[in-house]
């Protein structure tokens, strides 16, 4: 059974820096892409971001672009989410979710120009970890 588990949120000012990580037991990124989604308070949850450790794909949605970067540790199983320059509307629950690679999930929110948390793509949320931008 898919588990992936958030940590990394808190209180950060604008401008400030967090970087959240999103832990994967019990299967190998290979064979995955994992995709960064917020939700604020009131809204949908929005995908902002789709890494594809398989081939290297990686897309940020506009908003995040050129503030937001992935990485990953292999020997942690564990991927990364660099989130730098934040703003007060950064503010929301960051979850991750993976998806089978084979499918080109990054690739299609890439053609798309946005990707939601589609339940038949992406599994085994985790409970989201809270990132607050305030000063």
């Known amino acids: 059974q898919l588990q992936l588990v958030e940590s990394g949120g808190g209180l950060v000012q604008p401008g400030g820096s967090l970087r959240l990580s999103c832990a994967v037991n019990s299967f190998s990124l290979d064979y995955y892409a994992i995709g960064w989604f917020r939700q604020a308070p009131g809204k949908e949850r929005e995908g902002i971001s789709c890494f594809s450790p398989s081939d290297g794909t990686t897309y940020f949605v506009g908003s995040v672009r050129g503030r937001f970067t992935s990485s990953r540790d292999n020997a942690m199983n564990t991927v990364f989410l660099q989130m730098n320059s934040l703003k007060p509307e950064d503010t929301a629950t960051y979850f991750c979710?993976?998806?089978?690679?084979?499918?080109?999930?990054?690739?299609?929110?890439?053609?798309?120009?946005?990707?939601?948390?589609?339940?038949?793509?992406?599994?085994?949320w985790g409970q989201g970890t809270q990132v607050t931008v305030s000063s």
């Open positions: 979710a993976a998806a089978f690679a084979e499918g080109g999930p990054c690739l299609r929110a890439a053609n798309a120009g946005a990707f939601g948390a589609d339940g038949s793509v992406w599994m085994g």
